[in-house]
T-cell receptor, first 114, second 113 residues
Framework: NAGVTQTPKFRVLKTGQSMTLLCAQDMNHEYMYWYRQDPGMGLRLIHYSVGEGTTAKGEVPDGYNVSRLKKQNFLLGLESAAPSQTSVYFC?????????????FGPGTRLTVT | QQQVKQSPQSLIVQKGGIPIINCAYENTAFDYFPWYQQFPGKGPALLIAIRPDVSEKKEGRFTISFNKSAKQFSLHIMDSQPGDSATYFCAASSITQGGKLIFGQGTELSVKP
């Protein structure tokens, strides 16, 4: 069991470039999440998905898009990167959040936008 | 609007000390309060969690104290060890509001040998 994996681990973008972060989980979890972590601000939810083919906005969705075409994968896209999107991005998954099941986090992707 | 406020931002204790991290919340609909532990370069991992129908929960050296009337909860680490050095996040969620976790700002704990 690999758990939650994220690719890439590191990335440097120039302002205006686009990229996609990939999250994969092998635990057959229904719910998946994308967070960003910034110093002094904790983890903030960007978008989440309650199942294959569904997505919803979180606390800070602007500038990001997501897709959940397969149950095990959750993609986070930046169409036109901005320096304010420099952050560490974490993907997480859980079985059923309605029962407050534990969220399992990936190792993170460190993104720098210059 | 920060719904979960965590303090202190950083904490240094000697080995064997009892660091205490505090969190306060505003939303009375919250019904689940987990603590996550994060080591450098890793993702957060669930450490311990409590529901508001109990005032204290212990798991090994880690204890959550919960004060529903004050809308506060705290993490105590007994007999702290250098291996406990990490960033700790409190969080809260509500089943009636989708179960999404709202995280505190994090506390960077350093336990000196």
């Amino acid at each position: 069991n690999a758990g939650v994996t994220q690719t890439p681990k590191f990335r440097v973008l120039k302002t205006g470039q686009s990229m996609t972060l990939l999250c994969a989980q092998d635990m057959n979890h229904e719910y998946m999440y994308w967070y960003r972590q910034d110093p002094g601000m904790g983890l903030r939810l960007i978008h989440y998905s309650v199942g294959e083919g569904t997505t919803a906005k979180g606390e800070v969705p602007d500038g990001y898009n997501v897709s959940r075409l397969k149950k095990q994968n959750f993609l986070l896209g930046l169409e036109s990167a901005a320096p304010s999107q420099t952050s560490v991005y974490f993907c997480a998954s859980s079985y059923v959040p309605g029962s407050h099941y534990e969220q399992y986090f990936g190792p993170g992707t460190r993104l720098t936008v210059t | 609007q920060q719904q979960v406020k965590q303090s202190p931002q950083s904490l240094i204790v000697q080995k064997g000390g009892i660091p205490i991290i505090n969190c306060a919340y505003e939303n009375t609909a919250f019904d689940y309060f987990p603590w996550y532990q994060q080591f450098p370069g890793k993702g957060p991992a669930l450490l311990i969690a409590i529901r508001p129908d109990v005032s204290e929960k212990k798991e090994g050296r880690f204890t959550i104290s919960f004060n529903k009337s004050a809308k506060q909860f705290s993490l105590h680490i007994m007999d702290s060890q250098p291996g406990d050095s990490a960033t700790y996040f409190c969080a809260a969620s509500s089943i009636t509001q989708g179960g999404k976790l709202i995280f505190g700002q994090g506390t960077e704990l350093s336990v000196k040998p």
